[in-house]
């Protein structure tokens, strides 16, 4: 099993940049794939990105290709999510998820673990 905890939160200006972390409890981190998800207030959480389990590939939602890169360090049992060109459209809740298969992608059913996420607002 393993515990996620999210951080990196808080009110951006859009244009501006934020970057997440999602430190993941356990020595397996490196057996679990990750994702990010996010949520805004009324509507169904949606994918943002995922890396899979030996960070061979990754996957992004086509709303924020370009602009955020999905990554993790082993050594520091984290994974991160670097958010470039934020827009006020971006404003949610931003949770991170592990799975135990290799690459689980943006389906939501594949991930096993759940933060409780991390709130992000982008004013315009």
């Known amino acids: 099993q393993v515990q996620l905890v999210e951080s990196g939160g808080g009110l951006v200006q859009a244009g501006g940049s934020l970057r997440l972390s999602c430190a993941a409890s356990g020595r397996t981190f490196r057996t679990y794939a990750m994702g990010w998800f996010r949520q805004a207030p009324g509507k169904e959480r949606e994918f943002v990105a995922a890396t899979s389990r030996n960070s061979g590939s990754t996957n992004y939602a086509d709303s924020v290709k370009g602009r955020f890169t999905i990554s993790r360090d082993g050594a520091k049992n984290t994974a991160y999510l670097q958010m470039s060109s934020l827009k006020p459209e971006d404003t949610a809740v931003y949770s991170c998820?592990?799975?135990?298969?290799?690459?689980?992608?943006?389906?939501?059913?594949?991930?096993?673990?759940w933060g409780q996420g991390t709130q992000v607002t982008v004013s315009s």
């Open positions: 998820a592990a799975s135990t298969l290799p690459a689980a992608g943006w389906d939501a059913a594949l991930y096993n673990y």
